[in-house]
């Protein structure tokens, strides 16, 4: 395990094969979810969780023959501890082949459908959700047979839908933000190389009353870099010497500049 910023880095999507494999495709570091029985097509989903109010996910499949990647995030908005019923606002990743291309915020659109207690160290067995344009239960992977996900190109570009950032001085890089209500960002997901090994990462925060904890888990890919940074070993900053935790989008030049410092270092800047 390499130390301090880049120890645990991850690009672009490298080729999935189309055919359905017997392995947990997002890896130790976020929990893989496929959709079940969906007339839709197969796709497979990779959850980072907060715990049990929020969670961000990134998603990869088929939707009646089209093929999408997208970034989300869902939150319970003051609901009871009991109910499992979480908002869900998401956006698809285009530029690189992909054919769907949507955004859109929920409330009430994703439920936990696993009974008892669950929380991000246990992650719940199913999850329901209404995006796209399909129902789908998402159930978590435990071995077996999986649904097929479609082959796809690497991530070189966000699309419309999302907020777009290079890292600085790392050309080919990119980083995906989405905002969710006063949540900014409310989730991010990171693709490039480095030192010639692919990465790719979720980013999420936990946003409390004294600030914003942030923290990313590498979706370890074979071959790809595999780690994960706990909520509060990143800070998100929008001046060099600014204010810790706040993720406000400030700009420079016309261009928006994040300021990332803690388990790594790096700069992201608007395209």
């Given at each position: 395990?390499?130390?301090?910023?880049?120890?645990?880095?991850?690009?672009?999507?490298i080729c999935f094969a189309?055919?359905?494999?017997?392995?947990?495709?997002?890896?130790?570091?976020?929990?893989?979810?496929y959709?079940?029985?969906?007339s839709?097509?197969?796709?497979?989903?990779?959850?980072?969780f907060v715990d049990?109010?929020?969670?961000a996910?990134?998603?990869q499949?088929s939707?009646?023959s089209?093929?999408?990647?997208l970034l989300g995030?869902?939150?319970?908005d003051?609901?009871?501890q009991?109910?499992?019923v979480f908002n869900?606002?998401?956006?698809?990743?285009n530029?690189?082949?992909?054919?769907?291309?949507?955004?859109?915020?929920?409330?009430?659109?994703t439920f936990?459908?696993?009974?008892?207690?669950?929380?991000?160290?246990?992650?719940?067995?199913r999850?329901?959700?209404?995006?796209?344009?399909?129902e789908g239960?998402?159930?978590?992977?435990?071995?077996?047979?999986?649904?097929?996900?479609?082959?796809?190109?690497?991530?070189h570009?966000?699309?419309?839908?999302?907020?777009?950032?290079?890292?600085?001085?790392?050309?080919?890089?990119?980083?995906?933000?989405?905002?969710?209500?006063?949540?900014?960002?409310?989730?991010?997901?990171?693709?490039?190389?480095?030192n010639g090994?692919s990465?790719?990462h979720?980013?999420?925060?936990?946003?409390?009353i004294?600030?914003?904890?942030?923290?990313?888990?590498?979706?370890c890919?074979?071959?790809?870099?595999?780690?994960?940074?706990?909520l509060?070993?990143?800070?998100?900053?929008?001046?060099?010497?600014?204010a810790v935790?706040?993720g406000?989008?400030?700009s420079?030049?016309?261009?928006?500049?994040y300021y990332?410092?803690?388990?790594?270092?790096?700069?992201w800047?608007?395209r």
């Amino acid at each position: 395990m390499r130390l301090n910023r880049y120890w645990w880095v991850l690009p672009a999507l490298i080729c999935f094969a189309t055919v359905a494999k017997s392995q947990d495709f997002c890896g130790p570091n976020t929990t893989t979810y496929y959709r079940l029985d969906s007339s839709a097509g197969g796709a497979v989903m990779c959850v980072l969780f907060v715990d049990r109010n929020s969670f961000a996910f990134y998603a990869q499949g088929s939707e009646h023959s089209r093929s999408f990647r997208l970034l989300g995030y869902s939150y319970r908005d003051g609901a009871p501890q009991y109910e499992q019923v979480f908002n869900t606002s998401f956006a698809t990743i285009n530029g690189n082949g992909e054919q769907l291309q949507m955004a859109a915020h929920m409330v009430d659109n994703t439920f936990i459908l696993s009974g008892g207690a669950w929380d991000e160290h246990n992650p719940p067995q199913r999850i329901y959700q209404k995006i796209l344009e399909s129902e789908g239960v998402w159930v978590r992977y435990q071995g077996g047979q999986t649904s097929s996900v479609p082959t796809l190109l690497p991530i070189h570009a966000c699309g419309p839908n999302l907020q777009t950032l290079a890292v600085d001085g790392r050309s080919g890089d990119v980083r995906c933000l989405w905002e969710a209500g006063d949540h900014s960002p409310a989730a991010w997901l990171g693709a490039g190389t480095y030192n010639g090994k692919s990465y790719l990462h979720i980013g999420t925060g936990f946003f409390g009353i004294t600030g914003t904890n942030w923290g990313a888990s590498d979706i370890c890919l074979p071959g790809f870099y595999c780690g994960r940074v706990g909520l509060g070993q990143l800070h998100l900053d929008t001046s060099p010497r600014g204010a810790v935790n706040t993720g406000r989008i400030g700009s420079r030049d016309n261009r928006t500049r994040y300021y990332v410092t803690g388990a790594w270092t790096e700069t992201w800047v608007s395209r």
